[in-house]
């Protein structure tokens, strides 16, 4: 149980201490726990598949970062990169030979992608991917999809507008109305929509983002049907398709979510690749990537400009470099993908014992779980049918598990990891709490 069922624990007295200083006492809105309720553990060290918290307390971690962490934290093929690339000099602002083997570990591991450019965040690689596709049609309309995530640039700050004739309204303050004009959402997995918006806009259209699987919707698969008629209505109109796998990329898959779909639907592949995450193996480093023809529109070859100081830093690139490594190692993914199916059909069974309609998939090292209404309800398929599941037991259910020493992600939207660290006892530690948590 909790060391901190008071008021007045370590964590709290933190979480008072930064909300003086940091606004909401985070640096990143969702770790406030305000989705959930309740103190956002701070966090002192972690290690393998755990964390613990201010207060001592262990978590079994399916967090893991947000995505980076696959390997678990601590690895120490990756600690050790790490520290002999910190001892030769942590930023030189000029080009080094990991930047080429990144790249070249890239493009091996990503059919399509020739050419890569190293950025900081996964927010940065996606709006640099945005300025490129609309550097390279000339056009300025972009199509997104309602409950995926693209960092936070203001152009993908968006949420859908009353009818598909119409464009975006921003969902945060700050953003003109001018610079989400041009930024189209449709409901995700709606073939008819797609159709329909092409037909209107297709001609304006820059290019379509989107997250094959949507993690920041908790767990949404794009169907097979809608990712092909996506990849024809692009090429149909000229729009560019932007694969946005800064969480699915070497996580669901080594060749990412786009393998997956080009296994099943014949000749698919993205014009532009972002990814994050995992390939900075908990360091910020982010890349896009795409065609030679394509990537040779950016700065200084083209007229697309994209800079960064930090860009490509030498100690990033050893930590994403020893990371792939490891993941390319083989039976990487059959091990954890085995791992993790085990958690979501042991939490899906919990459920059933305890008369609780649990709904998960999974795929690689990446999983969700919704509360459905009903027993007879499957997976949701977009973002209006993620919202309506059960908030009120999610948010039981993530205190529950907390409390039993169970890190999954503070809100019903969000996507959870396993990594390589992930024992066979941790997943059934984790199963043994959530049928106590499930029964209470
Ligand atoms: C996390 C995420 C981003 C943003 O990456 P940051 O490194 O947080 O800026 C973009 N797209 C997707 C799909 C993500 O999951």
Not at 95 to 111: D, F, H, K, N, Y
Not at 312 to 338: K, Q
Not at 347 to 376: H, N, Q, Y
Request: hydrophobic letters at 45%.
């Amino acid at each position: 149980m909790s060391t901190e069922a008071g008021t007045d624990g370590p964590n709290e007295r933190l979480f008072a201490r930064a909300q003086r200083l940091i606004p909401g006492g985070v640096n990143s809105p969702v770790r406030a726990f305000r989705a959930v309720g309740g103190t956002p553990r701070f966090i002192r060290r972690a290690q393998g598949a755990y964390l613990w918290d201010a207060a001592g307390q262990r978590y079994i971690d399916y967090i893991g970062s947000w995505g980076p962490m696959i390997l678990g934290h601590g690895h120490p093929a990756v600690l050790d990169a790490v520290q002999r690339a910190a001892r030769d000099g942590l930023s030189f602002g000029a080009p080094t030979e990991a930047e080429i083997e990144l790249a070249e570990a890239i493009a091996a591991l990503v059919p399509g992608v020739e050419q890569v450019r190293l950025v900081s965040s996964g927010t940065e690689a996606g709006m640099s991917a945005l300025r490129l596709a609309r550097g390279v049609t000339g056009r300025s309309k972009i199509l997104k999809f309602e409950g995926c995530y693209h960092g936070h640039a203001d152009a993908l700050l968006v949420k859908a507008g009353s009818g598909l004739a119409t464009f975006g309204v921003s969902t945060s303050a700050g953003v003109p109305a001018e610079v989400v004009q041009h930024t189209l959402v449709l409901e995700y997995n709606n073939v008819a929509q797609l159709d329909e918006a092409f037909a209107l806009h297709g001609a304006q259209l820059a290019c379509a983002i989107i997250e094959p699987i949507a993690g920041n919707m908790n767990f949404v698969r794009a169907s097979l049907p809608f990712m092909r008629r996506l990849r024809e209505l692009c090429t149909q109109h000229g729009a560019l398709l932007i694969l946005d796998e800064v969480m699915t990329g070497f996580r669901v898959a080594l060749g990412g979510a786009q393998s997956l779909y080009a296994a099943q639907i014949p000749g698919f592949r993205p014009d532009i690749s972002v990814f994050g995450k995992v390939i900075g193996g908990g360091m910020p480093l982010a890349a896009f990537g795409a065609s030679r023809d394509i990537m040779s529109r950016l700065a200084p070859l083209g007229p697309v400009y994209q800079a960064g100081t930090l860009s490509g830093n030498p100690v990033a690139t050893a930590c994403g470099l020893a990371t792939l490594r490891e993941i390319s190692l083989p039976g990487f993914f059959d091990a954890l993908a085995a791992r993790t199916r085990a958690l979501v059909e042991g939490l899906a069974a919990a459920g059933r014992d305890a008369g609780v309609p649990l709904v998960g998939d999974s795929e690689g090292g990446m999983f969700g779980f919704f509360f459905a209404r009903s027993f007879a309800e499957g997976l949701p398929q977009h973002y209006g049918a993620v919202m309506a599941t059960d908030q009120p037991r999610f948010n039981r259910f993530f205190h529950a598990m907390l409390d039993r020493g169970v890190y999954f992600a503070p809100a019903l939207y969000e996507a959870g990891f396993v990594s390589a660290a992930h024992t066979a006892d941790d997943v059934a530690a984790t199963l043994q709490a959530a049928a106590a948590a499930l029964r209470a």
